[in-house]
T-cell receptor, first 114, second 115 residues
Framework: GAVVSQHPSRVICKSGTSVKIECRSL??????MFWYRQFPKQSLMLMAT?????????EQGVEKDKFLINHASLTLSTLTVTSAHPEDSSFYIC??????????FGQGTRLTVV | AQKITQTQPGMFVQEKEAVTLDCTYDTSDQSYGLFWYKQPSSGEMIFLIYQGSYDEQNATEGRYSLNFQKARKSANLVISASQLGDSAMYFC????????????FGKGTRLHILP
C-alpha cells in the first residue's frame, strides 16, 4: 500500500505552547487528507477534512482556531494544536487519499500536554 | 445517528479458526465505499480491504474477505485461518462520495486470538 509518514510519533509539551504535527504522503499525491483524534480504547473521531489548496472542513464541535490545519501541497498537511492544554492530550492520526480511493494512514502522534 | 455499527466490542477466537467481524452501515447515497482497518497495540492503522458499493463481487485480499450484502447494508469482515498476529482492534469504515468525501469509523471490535 501507499506510504504516509506522520511526524513526530510522540511529543510532550508544556501547557500553553503550540505543537505542529506533519503528515506526508511519500509515494502518491494526496488530494484529500483527514485528521482524526482517538481517545484510549475508543474509535477514531474525524476532526477535519482538507483538500489541497483549500480551507479545511471541520467537524461539528472541533475548534478551528484551536486545531489549525494546513494542506499546502499534495504531499503535506499539518495540524497545529495551539495553546495546548492537558485535555488536548490524545492520539492524533492522519490519513491521505488520492481521488476517492482508499485512505492510507500515518503512524499516529501521541500528544501529552503537561 | 450512528452510521457505522459494530456490535461486537470484543471477540475471542481459537487460532486457525475462521472469524467473522460484523459491520452494518447506514447511508442514503448510492455511491459509497466500505473499508476495514486493523489497529494493533502500536496504534498504526493498517488498511485491510475495500468494497465499493457498485462492486458486484465480494472483495478478497489474502486471508481477508468482505461479505457484502447491500440490501442488508452489511459488510462483514471474514478472516480465514486466524493467526496469533491477528489479535488487534478492527474498525469498519465508510466513505460517502457525496458528503465531503469523508471517512467515518465504527467503534471497533477487539479481536483476541487464543493459542
Amino acid at each position: 500500500g501507499a506510504v504516509v509518514s506522520q511526524h513526530p510519533s510522540r511529543v510532550i509539551c508544556k501547557s500553553g505552547t503550540s505543537v505542529k504535527i506533519e503528515c506526508r504522503s511519500l509515494d502518491f499525491q494526496a488530494t484529500t487528507m483527514f485528521w482524526y483524534r482517538q481517545f484510549p480504547k475508543q474509535s477514531l473521531m474525524l476532526m477535519a477534512t482538507s483538500n489541497e489548496g483549500s480551507k479545511a472542513t471541520y467537524e461539528q464541535g472541533v475548534e478551528k482556531d484551536k486545531f489549525l490545519i494546513n494542506h499546502a501541497s499534495l504531499t503535506l498537511s499539518t495540524l497545529t494544536v495551539t495553546s495546548a492544554h492537558p485535555e488536548d492530550s490524545s492520539f492524533y492520526i492522519c490519513s491521505a487519499s488520492f481521488m476517492n480511493t482508499e485512505a492510507f494512514f500515518g503512524q499516529g502522534t501521541r500528544l501529552t500536554v503537561v | 445517528a450512528q452510521k457505522i455499527t459494530q456490535t461486537q466490542p470484543g471477540m475471542f477466537v481459537q487460532e486457525k479458526e475462521a472469524v467473522t467481524l460484523d459491520c452494518t452501515y447506514d447511508t442514503s447515497d448510492q455511491s459509497y465505499g466500505l473499508f476495514w482497518y486493523k489497529q494493533p497495540s502500536s496504534g498504526e492503522m493498517i488498511f485491510l480491504i475495500y468494497q465499493g458499493s457498485y462492486d458486484e463481487q465480494n472483495a478478497t485480499e489474502g486471508r481477508y474477505s468482505l461479505n457484502f450484502q447491500k440490501a442488508r447494508k452489511s459488510a462483514n469482515l471474514v478472516i480465514s485461518a486466524s493467526q496469533l498476529g491477528d489479535s488487534a482492534m478492527y474498525f469498519c469504515a465508510m466513505r460517502e462520495r457525496g458528503r465531503d468525501d469523508k471517512i467515518i469509523f465504527g467503534k471497533g471490535t477487539r479481536l483476541h486470538i487464543l493459542p
